[in-house]
């Protein structure tokens, strides 16, 4: 780190033009506020463009650009004209290949930015700990690997490593917050005990931009983290704490990181591509040997305790809170096929999976005096707010993009099944979220008595929906 030094009377210049790959992703979006907050003229570079539609209005320095790192030629010109280029493009949610897509994107990118002659790249990695080569989960050996392909693009590049990241919104505290709120009592592999050091998101926002405040004189490597060092059991024990659950974790030393990620795609399905990789990663402790993060960026990161703190107090997770089961299932039809598919859920189709799960609950509503199974719903495909569908209500439409049923069933709470198809990446998307809004203990109670149907039955219909398998195969 000899080589960077911070400039005393360092002042932003108001001409400075930032480009930030990966602006749609959680750090992503952040940064690009923060840097239009600092008068940066900022483009944001994003494959979907759509994903972030008025994320940055009030922000009229920044300008969305569509571009795909794997397409070479889909932001030839994104970077001229550009001082600094933040690269925070990572695929974890993109399968088993998710490490060639890496390496194909970071080569595109380091070969543009060399022939736009960008002076300055930083970038955001991991943490990657002492070890053999054959020790170090795919999901860290590859993030260094993008951090040596940015080097070789001829700029100067300021890497910064970071261990879990906790924040509203990030996968390691969303993951952490699905299983503590849904799991009573939780079997923890070893591997839970490895020690890591998190940093909260102001604080790694704060970093990023504090490097560019640096002028450096060489490619440098700084390692950022927050004061604490502790394990993802520590976290979730704390985050258990702060909300004033009682959870009950047992280790079991035979569950191996493969075998939880089957089990995370049950209880925390809309993380579940994600979350695999995360599990791999912390078989590697992730604890700053060489700590920058005050030393030359001058941020004074808040502990573990703090940062969960600032999370739950930007989310609606108090006791009054809705219970949610999200699914996220890429489809084989096209947007509108698969929105008419949702749209003629129900009445003598069914609900494409475990049909007899459905009548059954139906008839236990009946028995006490509820409406039971109707098996009704109107002839023509296209539903209007108001239409009933057997026990559900249409309480929301947008044609072609959403559809949200509310239950009529009676129950200790009120409930909707909502569907949204989405287009991403050139094809189509379902995501399927059934929410329960609970009447206190009785109605928790409720949801989760029947939560393993729910598994069940929510991830064979959405899967049923999106990807056309057999209706009654639960």
């Not at 009682?246 to 075998?259: A, D, K, N, Q």
């Not at 609606?316 to 996220?328: G, I, K, N």
């Amino acid at each position: 780190m000899a080589g960077a030094r911070r400039t005393s009377d360092f002042k932003w210049r108001r001409d400075l033009r930032a480009l930030v790959a990966g602006a749609s992703g959680y750090i992503g979006s952040k940064l690009v506020a923060a840097l239009a907050e600092r008068g940066a003229e900022v483009v944001a570079l994003v494959r979907d463009p759509g994903r972030v539609a008025g994320a940055f209005d009030g922000y009229p320095a920044v300008s969305v650009v569509r571009g795909d790192l794997l397409e070479p030629r889909s932001f030839d010109h994104a970077l001229d004209d550009v001082d600094i280029a933040f690269y925070l493009v990572h695929s974890m949610s993109s399968g088993a290949d998710f490490a060639e897509r890496d390496r194909l994107a970071a080569k595109h990118f380091a070969e543009t930015a060399r022939c736009s002659g960008v002076p300055r790249i930083i970038y955001l990695g991991g943490l990657v700990p002492q070890a053999e080569e054959s020790e170090i989960s795919p999901h860290l050996a590859s993030r260094r690997e993008v951090g040596d392909l940015l080097r070789n693009s001829g700029a100067l590049v300021q890497e910064l490593r970071a261990s879990i990241v906790l924040g509203r919104g990030s996968s390691s505290f969303e993951m952490v917050r699905a299983l503590v709120d849904r799991l009573p009592v939780m079997v923890t592999p070893r591997w839970v005990s490895n020690k890591a050091q998190p940093i909260a998101t102001d604080d790694l926002i704060s970093c990023l931009i504090a490097a560019s405040e640096i002028e450096p004189e060489k490619s440098e490597i700084f390692e950022v983290g927050g004061p604490d060092v502790v394990s993802y059991g520590d976290i979730m024990r704390e985050y258990a704490r702060q909300r004033r659950f009682h959870r009950l974790m047992i280790p079991v030393p035979v569950l191996t990181p493969w075998l939880s990620s089957l089990w995370l795609s049950l209880v925390t399905p809309l993380y579940a591509n994600i979350g695999r990789h995360l599990l791999e990663s912390i078989r590697n402790p992730t604890v700053v040997s060489n700590d920058a993060t005050t030393a030359v960026f001058g941020v004074r990161p808040v502990g573990v305790s703090v940062a969960i703190k600032r999370a739950i107090g930007t989310t609606s997770v108090w006791p009054t809170r809705e219970l949610l089961d999200r699914r996220r299932v890429r489809s084989n039809f096209d947007p509108e096929l698969l929105f008419e598919r949702v749209s003629a859920i129900g009445g003598e189709r069914g609900w494409y999976f475990a049909d007899w799960l459905w009548w059954l609950r139906g008839a236990m509503d009946r028995a006490i005096g509820g409406p039971g199974l109707r098996k009704g719903r109107p002839e023509r495909t296209r539903l209007a707010v108001g239409d009933r569908v057997d026990f559900w209500r249409v309480e929301e439409l947008e044609l072609g993009k959403k559809i949200s049923f509310r239950s009529e069933l009676r129950q200790p709470g009120a409930a909707w099944l909502e569907f949204e198809v989405r287009v991403e990446d050139g094809g189509s998307v379902l995501i399927q979220t059934a929410r329960f809004r609970p009447n206190g203990v009785l109605g928790r109670a409720y949801w989760h008595l029947l939560w393993p149907v729910h598994v069940i039955v929510f991830h064979g219909m959405s899967r049923a929906i999106a990807v056309g398998i057999a209706r009654n195969g639960g």
